[in-house]
């Protein structure tokens, strides 16, 4: 007889956390069949919608029976499409068959049986009736976890591998041949729910499509299983069955605990209550500060602090949980446990309090004008309006200077007995929202006590990557590794995007006041501030960007345009637009810019934290959410970013980073169907690689800003010691790593060779060394590979036949640097004229007096168009030089004048779509259109 294959237990399916629908259009296969669908489920519905939708006949459905009163959701669908629908209550008696049932069941004529999920026990002669056969779905990488607790034991014994089975339905317990196994990395905090509903819930829907079409097509496998390695767990299912045993490694109950997270639950006795442990993690630092709580039979006592609590494993080491719920279903952070208010209860009034209490009534009355206060008068209904409001809370900190009251406190606690109540707990510290606590890295660099994260950050928290990888981040300056940090995968990404589109359709984030969200913003762009040596370090240790230079530029420039946007919240206006009227009524039409939904963001290296605020910012202005990957060589402050986002107060879901190789976490944020936009800067060979797989996905929208070859025009009635000046800046700032450095210099004739001179004078006056040191100007190379590029860069420039004035090679010394280069007497056939070095190396061509057109055709002789520059007394020239330069920004008499309010993109190669300014939030809004009629 065949067993049924359960997950935890049938309640866990039919209410998964989140449903996740599937387009129903009909897209028929080449070869369908007449299929009957035995289960039950969500699960099971989304399976039966998907073989609909590929054509085949589904010829009955067969379901458990109505429970009080209402149906399976499986029955519903199949109903609603006027499918043979049948609720039998069981398919055997005694164990035999019951004839009248797999009567009905024969007379559908199935040529497959479909088993997604199902619960009851069908018999081994409903099993072979159809010519195909029966497939069922199983949650394990089978022969591994046989049995119907499947998932749980998966968490238990710490698999680092979690995927499930479509196998052919045999007389055994989940011994039938395989058809088809999918598998996926399991997190080292993973749990059955985020499990479920990551992976083996959507991926295991199509995966059933999947395989009947195999059948269907004759190219269905039947793999036997082996018995090696096979194993089965009872399940779990009676309480007694997951009592926490507490001799065992902090491993090993942290595996328990979120292997019974949230059913059935793991439970222990403390204080004599039966206790149920949620949301548990390994603790990696020292025994926190708390209240000790006596745990018989573990290895020493529980901690009750201030983010959660602390539970002991035989080893000494320790796991943390976040939330326990008591017998009688009372649920509380883990952190209040022991508390007076730790349920909610009512609290008894000191004689202070009292008195405060007799205070806060006078107010009450003064603002409500009544003579008497109850503890059921509620503030609004007695007549107060915002104003009041403000009052109120100034009165009361008047008083109480130590509650930190907010006006958001009043409209949530209305009658004076909750006000009241809000108020003491606030006092008495026992509203005190959870530390933000990560596992940080700590060093001393630059005179500072440096922390900060080196793991994903997903849905407000830092994560491990799902298959605990990592790779190391390299210090340019010496090639040492500053530390670790997590390497994201594909299910991480898809795990990102769920949160930030459940962030964008159902959190607090788009739903807000603008100005609310601007405010945040502001709070971010603050705390950015207050952390902006820090940033400011370790932008230097990881990118070797020059200290001052990142204190002045790559941090401060992220604060202003933090700033910037989030003064343009709520100023994102639409349009009235007068249309022929539908006489005799009238029409209005209106528009509205809306934003897009989840934002995939692609950032580089040679701006790491101020790149990531160009597009960020602008992104979530509107309301947008977003899952950014850094760099991978430069992945520190965009992880200290999200830990001051939090604190800021984002909610989860709205911001999520995952640095990690693009080939990878880049590549499975263009292709994932929930992503709506991406916005890409980095190179024009990956860039139109973006633009295909934004193509194929689902038509993302897009917007790049590539590689550029910029031309610096110097003519000879300029301030030549302004433009030696700023052309110095021009192809030396940030070492060159710099997308519009002036990758080409034309020097009027009469005025070169002083011009180059002049150039080489002041660069042998420049600093190299360590970017921590205030003195340096000139720091290393990103990283080795990139080096070696320049390295090689220069070697062709002197091979075609450029002349190489200055610099050209390494420097001796440790670390990767490069000494500034200068190149002349480039012709326009060279392949240093028309490539980009990104760094350190000056291009400088010779044009003849007064050749104002033949210098723009050569300054435009490029596929890249990003930006240019002119010097110049004559404004006339000025003027038509900037007319005639094919790029999306011309300096005047000065270069790398960028600012947050004026647009930044290029033309032709370079890309398209704009940074900064009020331009950019085009590219993160819709516009909708809406007309109107009305009339008398």
């Given at each position: 007889m065949f067993f049924p294959i359960a997950f935890v237990a049938a309640r866990q399916l039919a209410r998964p956390l989140f449903v996740r629908g599937f387009s129903t259009s009909q897209v028929f296969a080449a070869n369908k069949m007449k299929i009957a669908v035995i289960g039950q489920s969500q699960f099971g519905t989304e399976v039966y919608n998907l073989l609909k939708k590929e054509g085949h006949e589904i010829v009955g459905v067969f379901t458990i029976p109505d429970i009080q009163g209402k149906a399976d959701p499986l029955a519903v669908a199949g109903e609603k499409d006027g499918i043979p629908t049948f609720k039998f209550p069981r398919w055997r008696l005694k164990g035999q068959s019951i004839p009248e049932v797999v009567k009905q069941y024969q007379e559908c004529g199935a040529e497959l049986n479909v088993l997604p999920f199902c619960s009851q026990f069908i018999p081994m002669d409903v099993i072979n009736s159809p010519k195909n056969g029966s497939i069922i779905y199983h949650p394990s990488i089978l022969p591994r976890h046989r049995g119907a607790s499947a998932i749980n034991w998966t968490l238990i014994h710490g698999d680092k591998k979690a995927g499930f089975s479509i196998f052919w339905a045999d007389d055994g317990l989940d011994t039938g041949p395989i058809l088809l196994q999918r598998e996926c990395d399991v997190g080292p905090n993973e749990t059955l729910d985020s499990l479920y509903n990551r992976f083996l819930?959507?991926?295991?829907?199509?995966?059933?499509?999947?395989?009947?079409?195999?059948?269907?097509?004759?190219?269905?496998?039947?793999?036997?299983?082996?018995?090696?390695?096979a194993t089965y767990e009872p399940m779990l299912k009676k309480k007694e069955s997951?009592?926490?045993?507490?001799?065992?490694?902090?491993?090993?109950?942290?595996?328990?605990?979120?292997?019974?997270?949230?059913?059935?639950?793991?439970?222990?006795?403390?204080?004599?209550?039966?206790?149920?442990?949620?949301?548990?993690?390994?603790w990696k630092k020292d025994a926190p500060e708390g209240t000790v709580v006596e745990l018989p039979g573990a290895a020493g006592p529980a901690i009750v602090h201030k983010g959660g609590m602390i539970f002991p494993g035989n080893d000494g080491k320790m796991l943390n949980v976040k939330s326990l719920q008591f017998a009688d279903g009372t649920m509380i952070p883990a952190k209040m446990f022991g508390k007076e208010d730790a349920a909610?209860?009512?609290?008894?009034?000191?004689?202070?309090?009292?008195?405060?209490?007799?205070?806060?009534?006078?107010?009450?009355?003064?603002i409500l004008s009544l003579a008497d206060i109850q503890g059921e008068t509620d503030f609004f209904k007695a007549g107060a309006g915002s104003m009041d409001v403000v009052r109120l809370v100034e009165e009361v900190l008047q008083r109480c200077s130590s509650v930190n009251l907010q006006n958001e406190d009043v409209y949530m606690n209305t009658t004076f007995d909750a006000f009241m109540q809000m108020v003491v707990r606030k006092a008495r510290g026992l509203d005190e929202p959870d530390e933000f606590e990560y596992d940080a890295i700590e060093l001393h660099a630059n005179n500072l006590d440096l922390q900060f994260p080196n793991q994903l950050f997903i849905n407000n928290e830092f994560v491990d990557a799902s298959n605990g990888a990592t790779f190391d981040t390299i210090n340019p300056t010496d090639e040492s590794v500053i530390c670790k940090v997590s390497k994201g995968t594909k299910d991480d990404v898809n795990t990102a995007v769920k949160a930030a589109k459940e962030a964008f359709e159902e959190g607090p984030w788009g739903k807000m006041n603008p100005r609310d969200r601007g405010r945040i913003m502001y709070r971010l762009a603050d705390l950015m501030e207050e952390h902006k040596e820090e940033l400011a370090t370790l932008e230097a240790m990881d990118s070797g960007a020059v200290y001052t230079l990142a204190l002045k530029t790559h941090v401060g420039m992220s604060i202003d345009t933090f700033r910037y946007?989030?003064?343009?919240?709520?100023?994102?206006?639409?349009?009235?637009?007068?249309?022929?009227?539908?006489?005799?009524?009238?029409?209005?039409?209106?528009?509205?810019?809306?934003?897009?939904?989840?934002?995939?963001?692609?950032?580089?290296?040679?701006?790491?934290?101020?790149?990531?605020?160009?597009?960020?910012?602008?992104?979530?202005?509107?309301?947008?959410?977003?899952?950014?990957?850094?760099?991978?060589?430069?992945?520190?402050?965009?992880?200290?970013?999200?830990?001051l986002a939090v604190k800021a107060g984002f909610p989860p879901g709205v911001i999520n980073i995952l640095p990690g190789a693009g080939s990878q976490v880049g590549q499975a944020i263009l292709d994932h169907p929930d992503v709506r936009k991406v916005g890409f800067t980095g190179s024009t060979p990956v860039g139109k690689d973006i633009m295909r797989s934004c193509a194929v996905s689902n038509l993302k929208r897009v917007s790049l800003e590539l590689g550029g070859k910029s031309p610096l025009v110097i003519f000879n009635d300029c301030d030549l010691d302004r433009a030696v000046r700023q052309s110095l800046s021009g192809c030396f700032f940030n070492k060159g790593e710099n997308c519009i450095a002036s990758g080409r210099l034309f020097v009027e004739e009469s005025i070169h060779d002083e011009f180059v001179n002049r150039v080489v004078d002041e660069i042998k006056k420049m600093k190299i060394g360590d970017p921590l040191d205030r003195s340096v100007d000139h720091g290393p190379q990103n990283h080795r590979a990139h080096l070696n590029s320049l390295v090689e860069y220069c070697k062709v420039g002197v091979e075609q036949g450029a002349t190489l004035v200055y610099g050209g090679s390494r420097v001796e010394r440790k670390g990767l640097f490069l000494y500034p280069t200068v190149f002349t007497d480039v012709t326009d056939d060279m392949w240093i004229a028309k490539e980009e070095s990104f760094g350190p190396v000056m291009i400088i061509s010779k044009f003849k007096n007064g050749d104002i057109d033949g210098m723009l055709k050569s300054a435009n002789d490029t596929e890249f168009g990003l930006a240019s520059g002119v010097f110049t007394k004559d404004i006339n020239k000025a003027l038509y030089v900037a007319d005639h330069l094919q790029a999306g920004t011309v300096f005047v008499n000065t270069y790398n004048k960028t600012d947050v309010a004026s647009p930044f993109g290029g033309f032709k190669q370079s890309g398209f779509g704009k940074d900064l300014g009020m331009e950019a939030l085009h590219e993160y809004t819709r516009t909708k259109a809406v007309t109107v009629e009305y009339w008398l």
């Open positions: 819930y959507p991926e295991g829907i199509k995966a059933m499509a999947e395989a009947v079409q195999l059948i269907a097509d004759g190219k269905a496998p039947s793999i036997p299983q082996p018995e090696e390695g997951v009592q926490i045993n507490w001799d065992q490694s902090a491993e090993m109950l942290h595996n328990f605990i979120r292997g019974n997270d949230k059913l059935p639950g793991a439970w222990t006795n403390i204080n004599g209550d039966q206790v149920t442990l949620f949301g548990s993690k390994l909610g209860a009512t609290l008894e009034l000191t004689a202070e309090e009292k008195e405060l209490e007799g205070q806060l009534k006078d107010v009450w009355k003064g946007y989030a003064g343009w919240c709520d100023k994102i206006q639409g349009t009235t637009i007068p249309i022929n009227q539908a006489r005799p009524n009238h029409n209005l039409t209106y528009t509205k810019r809306e934003p897009i939904g989840v934002v995939g963001l692609i950032v580089p290296w040679n701006y790491p934290l101020m790149m990531l605020a160009w597009k960020m910012a602008a992104a979530l202005t509107p309301g947008n959410t977003v899952v950014l990957k850094p760099a991978q060589v430069t992945p520190l402050t965009a992880l200290k970013f999200a830990e």
